[in-house]
C-alpha cells in the first residue's frame, strides 16, 4: 500500500521562500553579531554599556535622551517632571490615552536642563 503526496507548485515556491527568508534573518544577525552588535544605526548599542541591565533605583536616575524609553512605574507625569518637558502627549500623537503608559512606550521628548543644575 503505497500513498503518494502532491504539493502544488504554489506550495512548493512558498516553501522556497520561506526558507530562503529564514537564511537571509539568520546571515543578517550574524553579521551584526560580528560587527559588535551594529553600535553605529543604533546611539543605545553604541553606549558602550556591555550589557548592562538597569532595574529599580538606577533606572529611574537615568538621564533623559531626546528618545526616551518608558520603564516599569514611570508615568507620563513623572518622566515630564524628571526630563522637564510638560508637552510630552502634544509632541507625541501615537499616545491616545495619557493613563496608558506602559513599560517599552518609546516617547519623544524636548530636554530642558533645570535650572537647578544649571546654578
Known sequence: ???SVTVSWSHRV?????VALLVLTLAGSIRNSHR????ENFPAAADKRDGEVRRGKPMMERPCEELYVVSEGETLHSI???CGDPFIVERNPHIHDPDDVFPGLLIRIHITIPSSITS
Request: with cysteine.
Open 14 to 18: 512558498a516553501c522556497y521562500c520561506l
Open 1 to 3: 500500500m503505497r500513498m
Open 80 to 82: 515630564s517632571d524628571k
Open 36 to 39: 559588535g552588535g551594529g553600535g
